[in-house]
């Protein structure tokens, strides 16, 4: 191969772009079917999607080997299998449930009294009740319900079978009210709430090892019937390598609408799936439910840096340089040296005071840094924009 070829060809199967998506592709990998008999801890499988019952499975894990083989398949279905489970009776206490709910329903109308709250990622704000971390306020404000309500065996067992032992929870309670819409179709965190753009800048081995870095799951607060919209799921679609193209693409949005399975859940019933599965919230038919469900963003504890560095205090000095430094430094050299400086990523945040409006994800400290220093701004300035950035930023 000649050495021009060579590294088109390099190029071109490293770096993915809006062009490499293909429905025959995804069609080809959504059209496989879940064989009963490879999953041994399974108790059914509807429309592709396995099912758990955890009352079995909880006189399983006692055994260690057991244990380890429960995680072993889910790993498998999560990754290689449909992408998707259900874990039926996984909360049988409804007394801990609804202490939790009355409490969460506490906090909305707080938010509706005060005008606080709102943003979300895939749907319009207002078209439902968001509790951004449900996890710290429900510990602050409860804990010994959430030691009831956190301390379940199946939400550490999965949890540790994504992501190893020392795993990080985070919830955020989403409820979906009468004649709310559908989302739209979409990965989940981490490269699914990125622009286009940014998302074409990460090679495929980012794309694939992303979504092993995050689980996604749900608990139901309430019998979600198929009428109150539960989640629409589009069974392997993770395993698509150009998927975070796509679901921006309204060709396969159309895809995920004609194909897509819907299973209800009973209160206490839980679902997980991978994040890189294409998924949405559905509409809410229904004439009186308010479909409570707490969503679970569980995430590894190794996608951390070694250090921990005063970013905040770096951009301060850092800025007071460049601001003054016309013709000093070339502009290949400062953005650089902003990359090296100020945080690039948006998360993790407070989304009560930093929420995603306008937008997947809030602006970086690095957008702050470009967008001060082309417009000119003083140092006092900046330094009052970081400052208040960095306290929005805070829990």
């Known amino acids: 191969m000649k050495p021009t070829n060579l590294k088109t060809s390099r190029m071109q199967r490293i770096y ?63 990754h290689k299998g449909p992408g998707v489970v259900v874990l039926k009776h ?25 005008g606080s709250g709102g943003g979300d990622h895939f749907a319009k704000p207002g078209a439902n ?144 799936f991978s994040p890189a599965l294409f998924h949405a919230a559905g509409t809410n038919r229904s004439r009186d439910v308010k479909r409570m469900v707490n969503l679970f963003q569980i995430s590894s504890a190794f996608g951390r840096s070694m250090e921990t560095v005063d970013r905040t205090a770096m951009c301060k000095v850092l800025f007071s340089v460049l601001a003054n430094a016309a013709g000093t430094f070339s502009a290949s050299q400062i953005e650089c040296a902003i990359g090296a400086c100020a945080e690039g990523y948006s998360f993790p945040t407070n989304l009560d005071r930093d929420p995603p409006l306008g937008g997947l994800a809030p602006k970086t400290q690095r957008m702050l840094f470009k967008e001060a220093l082309a417009a000119g701004w003083s140092s006092d300035r900046f330094n009052r924009a970081l400052d208040e950035q960095t306290a929005r930023k805070l829990a």
């Open 90 to 114: 996984a909360q049988t206490d409804d007394a801990i449930l609804d202490r939790a709910s009355a409490m969460f329903w506490a906090m909305i109308d707080e938010q509706h009294r005060t």
């Open 129 to 272: 009740d968001r509790v951004w971390n449900s996890l710290g306020k429900h510990c602050l404000k409860d804990p010994k319900n959430f030691v009831a309500y956190y301390g379940n065996p199946i939400l550490a067992l999965i949890s540790e079978a994504w992501l190893g032992p020392y795993y990080q929870v985070t919830a955020q309670l989403n409820v979906v009210n009468p004649g709310g819409a559908a989302q739209s179709a979409h990965r989940d965190y981490h490269l699914g709430f990125l622009i286009a753009a940014d998302v074409a800048r990460n090679p495929l081995h980012v794309h694939q090892f992303s979504p092993m870095l995050t689980l996604q799951g749900a608990i139901a607060h309430v019998d979600a019937t198929l009428e109150t919209g539960p989640t629409l799921l589009l069974p392997f679609s993770q395993k698509y390598d150009a998927g975070y193209f796509a679901m921006n693409r309204p060709d396969f949005k159309e895809f995920f609408n004609a194909y897509h399975v819907q299973l209800p859940l009973e209160k206490g019933d839980m679902l997980f």
């Open 16 to 78: 993915l772009n809006s062009d490499d998506c293909r429905i025959e592709d995804l069609a080809a990998l959504t059209s496989e079917t879940v064989q009963l008999e490879d999953y041994p801890f399974a108790s059914d499988v509807q429309k592709n999607v396995l099912i758990y019952d955890c009352n079995t499975i909880c006189s399983q894990i006692a055994d260690a080997e057991s244990r380890m083989a429960i995680m072993a398949e889910w790993v498998d279905a999560l």
